[in-house]
């Protein structure tokens, strides 16, 4: 049986002393947060994850979901009662408007119990995890009538909530959505049409599911100009906030995944629906972009989560399977063989997942303070500045770390041999349950599109020239620190691809846009492993100044500083190779007929 | 649903034009392998693989096998039929001795069908594929008895083979086996033991399992030099040729797999089964080895087959799907949406692959042909360096081909959005499948080892520095053209990596192994790399000198040209990435202790 063990040490290294969340007493949510509260917090996030999510993640994979003849949908056994514990708990609204309900926490914090909770049990913390995504939408673009209905009930979880985008014919290209929305005289809309899909489409979790569904009003134009948000209800509710009559939204059949079996993938079928407009009328997209961003991030998390919760189990191990004999001579004489870490090969593919973990994590708790500071400053330049890295940063982290997170999955996976291979030891889960985090919610080609032809170029280029700004900053403040060269050194040369790289798509793509999409996919890891290679610079520091006064925690700062340089040494130069990739442009690729493929 | 068509085109571009197999009529069963005949034969193959084999592929892998509770093992429904129309075909002993009921034809040969049959339903074609290997075990190590008792039925596919040799605690490392065999006054053992992860090891597809066995016979020495190979049937074998008594080996359970649901994976219980000795006692590792060594280039194919597949599959998506507009302007003005195909992120996947199974597939009938070489030849200087090349290269094959098949099957299915994740589609399955062809019959980690460990040193390296020579010679005596510079300049760099790496080796991972155990897997895949980039130099020679006179079929060759030249352009250059990966050693990662994982 696979095991979780938070990484709450490794979170309140990252926010106190990395990011010194102390300095950031003056927004909301910050002030009482001392670290002796945000200890507490991760602690009692940590228990639920640990003994309470996770001893249903392989159970939950294994029953998966059930859909019965009425359309009704059974989750697995155990995940009620783990959902109303997690409710029960107070984290549906950890970081959500106190208006509503919500405690009001810094949303870097809820982000860390949201990693807890996505590695102990992802298909479980999905249910949540969209609530989280669909509040935030309503709370921005909704009207107050809406919010003061729907909110409250989601926010305490008693309610859940969805997302409603694809259809069969309709992924990416949401201009050819077909959904339809026909204006009632009472102010409503009836919605018709079939979406398909839906994560947590149907269940009997919550007393009601409030589905977020774009469509198309009668008559509206066509293209994406044309589309608008719905709230749906499963239940109509009444002016008491009280459930009424069932809707006309039903659950047509349930998905047979690759993972996630303990989420139900609906397709859920509108006859007739009827929804409230959220925001304006063929503004509908700008509406759900708030949605799909906060789970954007979510999905980051994922893939951070998945490899964390791998590496752990392939730790465990490594440490137990004795097989074969140190390249150097017997390091267990009394054992048949010795563990299996005493191999590097087997130490180089931990710590390729370790060393990309760690600095996933940071990266993440990096953005998610912008995003702290971009919702809640007082200071209008602060605003702008957190708000251009949050969105410059969010198809990073998406594409980047789920693309890796799943990697590292399946490295892990591969250190347990054929057993690997075998349901029962649970790793096949953590690969399956990560493939779709490099899917859903934007395909990562998408993200890296995203990046390149419109985050790049936004305002001028004002949000990657800062971040270049910043990077640099850093490396020439800390020039005079001898023993940060290791880590600065190779962070200045990989910063100046990302600079190069940058500078070739000004010059070739503009004037052919299919040099920048034939060089997205590199560029976006290429900003990714720059990313973390700051990251671990920043780390490195930290680790640096608290190591000489670390009392029995040496070995911690010592493990960080290795690891970093282990990114150093084995993983940032691959920026290099992205580099010279993408320079190549498009001219190969684009010059074959289709039929040539 | 999944569809494959076999490439029988790109296959024949391979064996008649590129590497000659017309010149091989000196070596028996070339003699009246004409282009002819070779076509026909492809062609046969093609369509069992299309019309048979691959339509039980997806219903195969829902169904899988199933366990009655006498032990007793039924594969999916329809496999028996198609395992039976292979036998009838002939296609068991395409390249087996004549003497023992075989063809005769070339491996190469072969290994084409079983490219087709591993690609169109690998879970099927292992089934015959495992009986190739033990056949080839046994023809090389057993008695004259033994072969005459059981290789006529195995190659007529009547009777079926296994391979046993990994314990619950012992699978990379041999030397810990505990399977017992005590002598009997007939000269038969008694085998008691338990072996896991059999393929095939049970089910009612063929009259009889003839497995082949690892385990000690009483007294031996431990560690691996005490382990010897026995045959043991499942039903005893008469005098007559007839099948006998049940033997006292049984199915204790099936695997609940990750994919190849339809093989039958075995937990096996030997209780006091009898068996006979091959070959020499205590030297059993030396004829598992033949089968192993067999098998490890199947398991390599594998990779490649479930790479080709999947690229298919998401080459027809790609044509079909209308998401979206080309970045350049709209391609497709009659249609709501452009087929993704237009999309250069899209193409710079799908080349990622082609370019990659175009040279698989080059590289792996470039071996075979050493192996018909080394079998056949009666020169024995072109004997040995053949054996030299086979010996080389199996590890670099069976670890890259699957590493990357793998990673292909996963960019194809990535093509395919929320479709690719949802197991109707089949996409899912390859990937499952194409999984376990990086962990078994020696995980890629012993690959890795097993090349720069034994291989690469071995004989003063006579191996690979016949391979460097036979490089450098292919690019200085066509250095006078032009044309052929786009392959041959990037080659020279990257095959200038390949000595750099092999000489840093030499410098220090003889003092410090870990060195070598650090490097090794960057290393095989920089080999991988190097001999792929080979395979397109002498594809894209090929190609242009077709050209002028090719009537119709311009394209083929035009595109094999672009092909080749976008892997030289994208794929190669990770040569310096995995030289400078490999060059910072093992210093980093030893230094940790075991608990700072």
Chains 1, 2 share one sequence.
Not at 321 to 334: V, W, Y
Not at 525 to 548: D, N, R, S
Request: charged content about 20%; hydrophobic content about 40%; some cysteine.
């Amino acid at each position: 049986m696979p095991s979780y063990k938070a990484p709450v040490q490794d979170s309140l290294f990252l926010l106190n002393d990395v990011f010194r969340m102390d300095r950031y007493g003056n927004l909301p949510g910050f002030e009482d947060m001392s670290a002796e509260t945000l200890e507490a917090i991760l602690e009692e996030g940590a228990k639920l994850a640990e003994e309470v999510m996770h001893p249903l993640n392989l159970s939950g994979d294994q029953e998966g979901c059930t859909r019965h003849a009425d359309g009704t949908v059974t989750p697995p056994k155990g995940f009620k009662a783990a959902y109303d514990a997690y409710c029960q708990g107070g984290w549906t609204g950890l970081a959500i408007d106190p208006n509503y309900g919500g405690q009001g926490l810094p949303y870097a914090v809820a982000i860390v119990i949201n990693e807890f909770s996505s590695a102990s049990n992802m298909a479980l913390a999905m249910y949540p995890g969209l609530t989280q995504g669909a509040v935030a939408a309503l709370h921005t673009h909704a009207s107050d009538e809406i919010k003061r209905r729907y909110l409250p009930k989601m926010v305490e979880g008693v309610w859940s909530g969805t997302m409603n985008l694809t259809e069969p014919h309709c992924g990416t290209d949401l201009g050819l959505l077909k959904s339809k929305a026909a204006p009632q005289a009472d102010g409503s809309y009836k919605i018709s049409g079939q979406k398909i899909f839906i994560s947590a489409g149907e269940h009997d979790m919550t007393e009601n599911i409030i589905h977020l569904v774009l469509a198309r009003i009668d008559g509206a134009p066509q293209g994406v100009k044309g589309i608008s948000l719905f709230v749906v209800p499963k239940f109509l509710v009444n002016e008491d906030g009280t459930v009424g009559a069932r809707n006309a939204v039903s659950c047509g059949s349930i998905e047979h995944k690759m993972g996630i079996h303990g989420n139900a993938t609906c397709v859920m079928n509108y006859d007739g629906a009827t929804g409230w407009l959220v925001g304006e009328a063929h503004r509908g997209l700008a509406a759900m972009f708030v949605m799909m961003n906060e789970a954007r991030l979510g999905v980051a998390v994922q893939g951070l989560a998945q490899s964390d919760i791998a590496y752990q189990n392939a730790v465990i191990y490594a440490k137990d399977r004795l097989q074969g004999r140190s390249l150097t001579g017997t390091k267990a004489p009394e054992k048949v063989a010795d563990p299996i870490i005493v191999h590097p090969d087997v130490r180089r593919t931990l710590l390729e997942i370790k060393s990309f973990n760690e600095a996933a994590r940071a990266f993440v708790l990096w953005t998610a303070l912008k995003g702290d500071v971009a919702h809640k400053s007082e200071d209008q330049s602060e605003r702008q500045k957190a708000d251009d890295y949050m969105g410059l940063m969010t198809p990073v982290l998406k594409g980047v770390l789920t693309d890796r997170g799943f990697d590292n999955a399946v490295k892990a996976q591969q250190l347990f041999g054929g057993h690997g291979y075998v349901e029962e030891w649970g790793m096949s889960q953590f690969v399956r349950d990560a493939r779709i985090a490099m899917i859903y919610e934007g395909a990562n080609g998408i993200q890296a599109l995203d990046l390149v032809g419109r985050k790049l170029g936004k305002d001028g280029g004002r949000a990657i020239m800062m971040f270049f700004q910043e990077v640099k900053t850093f490396i020439a403040e800390n020039e005079g620190n001898a023993a940060l060269k290791t880590y600065l050194d190779p962070l200045a040369k990989s910063v100046g691809h990302l600079e190069q790289a940058t500078m070739w798509f000004m010059a070739n793509g503009m004037s052919n846009p299919d040099n920048a999409g034939a060089g997205s996919s590199d560029y976006m890891h290429l900003f990714g492993l720059v990313a973390m290679g700051y990251m671990w610079a920043m780390m490195a520091k930290t680790a640096q100044e608290k190591l000489p006064s670390a009392n029995g925690s040496q070995s911690f700062y010592e493990t960080k500083l290795a690891t970093g340089r282990f990114y150093v040494e084995r993983v940032l130069p691959e920026t290099s190779l992205r580099l010279a990739r993408l320079s190549t442009g498009s001219k190969t690729m684009m010059s074959l007929p289709a039929e040539a493929f």
